[in-house]
T-cell receptor, first 112, second 114 residues
Framework: KAGVTQTPRYLIKTRGQQVTLSCSPISGHRSVSWYQQTPGQGLQFLFEYFSETQRNKGNFPGRFSGRQFSNSRSEMNVSTLELGDSALYLC???????????FGPGTRLTVT | AQTVTQSQPEMSVQEAETVTLSCTYD???????LFWYKQPPSRQMILVIRQEAYKQQNATENRFSVNFQKAAKSFSLKISDSQLGDTAMYFC???????????FGKGTKLSVKP
């Protein structure tokens, strides 16, 4: 069974731009969660989607948004990029709640 | 609020020896799970082991085992017969059903030396 895939793997953007990251979960998994990883803050939860509905949201500004499609693929969008948004963005999928989450390889976003 | 604390930022171990990574947590959830994830230099986060809080028996996966002390809110990971490929960041994480997301510790960087 194929693992979680994320595209693109690397991205360089300029302050003020917006970016869209994509995540395809493991086949059959309906829950997708997004995490931001930085050296200073560690791993922080962004949001969780299940059956196209956002079920949970972390403590991030409204510039961070996401959605999930009917095939469970998910996208996250960051508008008006700031230097502090430079991070590794990880997507994880699971069959449902209380099931282990499996992570993708991440998207490394650099904002200059 | 849930918190996860890993008090060892870095550890090293000789190949073939045993090492234990520490983790303490705090949660108000009655139904929760605990995990250890491994993140090698390639950055792919890999699930190592999972423990359901309602189970008293400690989880084991090949060379990896945990010591789960529920009353003490302690969840340590023991790696036996350490291998060079075990070199990675190790993250302890908790998951509560009502919250629906993983809470991670800051991680322990483990180096296995030949």
């Amino acid at each position: 069974k194929a693992g979680v895939t994320q595209t693109p793997r690397y991205l360089i953007k300029t302050r003020g731009q917006q970016v869209t990251l994509s995540c395809s979960p493991i086949s059959g998994h309906r829950s997708v969660s997004w995490y931001q990883q930085t050296p200073g803050q560690g791993l922080q939860f962004l949001f969780e989607y299940f059956s196209e509905t956002q079920r949970n949201k972390g403590n991030f500004p409204g510039r961070f948004s996401g959605r999930q499609f009917s095939n469970s693929r998910s996208e996250m969008n960051v508008s008006t990029l700031e230097l502090g948004d430079s991070a590794l963005y990880l997507c994880a999928s699971s069959f449902g709640r209380m099931n282990e989450q499996y992570f993708g390889p991440g998207t490394r976003l650099t904002v200059t | 609020a849930q918190t996860v604390t890993q008090s060892q930022p870095e550890m090293s171990v000789q190949e073939a020896e045993t090492v234990t990574l520490s983790c303490t947590y705090d949660t108000s959830e009655s139904n929760y799970y605990l995990f250890w994830y491994k993140q090698p230099p390639s950055r792919q986060m890999i699930l190592v082991i999972r423990q359901e809080a309602y189970k008293q028996q400690n989880a084991t996966e090949n060379r990896f085992s945990v010591n789960f002390q529920k009353a003490a809110k302690s969840f340590s990971l023991k790696i036996s017969d350490s291998q060079l490929g075990d070199t990675a960041m190790y993250f302890c994480a908790s998951y509560g059903g009502s919250q629906g997301n993983l809470i991670f510790g800051k991680g322990t960087k483990l180096s296995v030396k030949p």
